[in-house]
């Protein structure tokens, strides 16, 4: 293992590379999109799991935040307003547009940032913390990355998880879209990969090295409990979420896809 820096930094080279292939696929509809009143990029499943916390009026930091058009649904859900912070300023670029077209700049403030170096003025501002799917694969240590959003929730506050199932981890796609386990649930070290992140327009192109990282499940949950945060809601999902094995949601004999959790802070 290198140190934690190596890794971070690889990757945000890697999501500024691909960040044109994304626009290229999908900013137009996405600025169009947002103009309509009832946008909601959310699947119903996230939905329903934010429809279990009180979301009005509240203060929602969304971490590895992309382009920003998940927080930009909390907040037409009812949210008071938002920061979404990302290490690839090519994709806070992106979603500046989107939040522009939108008509929410006063109340959604973006800012490029590694996860592990936030601003000291973020601590203790949120209601709710939320990642959604795909960012906890990309840390190369959990818990500094729990303790991070620890620190940005308020007392009482909510941190919202969408991620991967760990156990999807395990498969990889072969060239004729066919997916099997390809690797231990009890992975150790990184993925390397050099095949490029382009998840929507599934192009593959030889690209700088990125570097993602398996947590299992127990990972997951002891980094939220021994912090004292508690675990008030786990949902395992059965269809893609992510893009990623898209093949695996037709089969009937199938792993877990995805997980939705709530973690309640201590009041
Ligand atoms: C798979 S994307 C998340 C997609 C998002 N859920 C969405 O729907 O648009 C992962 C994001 O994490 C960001 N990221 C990865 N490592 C990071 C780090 N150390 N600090 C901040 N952002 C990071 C990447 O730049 C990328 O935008």
Redesign the pocket.
Same mark, same amino acid.
């Given at each position: 293992m290198q140190d934690r820096k190596f890794y971070?930094d690889a990757?945000?080279t890697s %999501?500024d590379e691909v960040a044109p292939r994304h626009r290229a696929s999908n900013q137009e509809n996405l600025l169009e999109g947002v103009t309509k009143p009832g946008y909601n990029?959310l699947v119903p499943e996230l939905i329903e799991t934010f429809n279990l916390i009180d979301i009005k009026g509240k203060n929602v930091a969304q971490?590895?935040?992309?382009?920003a058009?998940?927080l930009l649904s909390v907040i037409k859900m009812g949210a008071r307003s938002g920061v979404g912070?990302?290490?690839?300023a090519a994709?806070i670029d992106q979603g500046n547009e989107i939040i522009e077209a939108a008509g929410h700049q006063d109340d959604i403030e973006l800012i490029v940032?590694?996860?592990?170096d936030l601003p000291k003025e973020l601590e203790g501002q949120f209601d709710i913390v939320m990642t959604?799917?795909?960012?906890m694969s %990309?840390?190369p240590d959990l818990s500094a990355f729990f303790k991070v959003i620890n620190s940005l929730l308020k007392p009482g506050g909510y941190y919202l998880v969408e991620e991967m199932h760990p156990v999807l981890l395990m498969y990889e796609q072969d060239e004729n879209g066919v997916s099997r386990p390809l690797y231990s649930y009890f992975k150790e070290g990184p993925w390397k990969d050099t095949n490029g992140l382009d998840y929507f327009g599934h192009s593959e192109y030889e690209s700088k090295p990125s570097y993602s990282f398996q947590h299992k499940m127990d990972d997951i949950l002891m980094a939220g409990i021994n912090l004292g945060l508690s675990l008030k809601h786990i949902r395992e999902i059965d269809h893609d979420i992510s893009n990623f094995c898209m093949d695996l949601q037709h089969q009937e004999i199938k792993p877990p896809l995805g997980i939705n959790l709530i973690f309640e802070k201590s009041a």
């Open positions: 971070t990757n945000r %999501w990029a971490v590895c935040c992309n382009n058009k998940d912070i990302d290490a690839s994709f940032s590694d996860v592990y959604t799917v795909g960012v %990309w840390m």
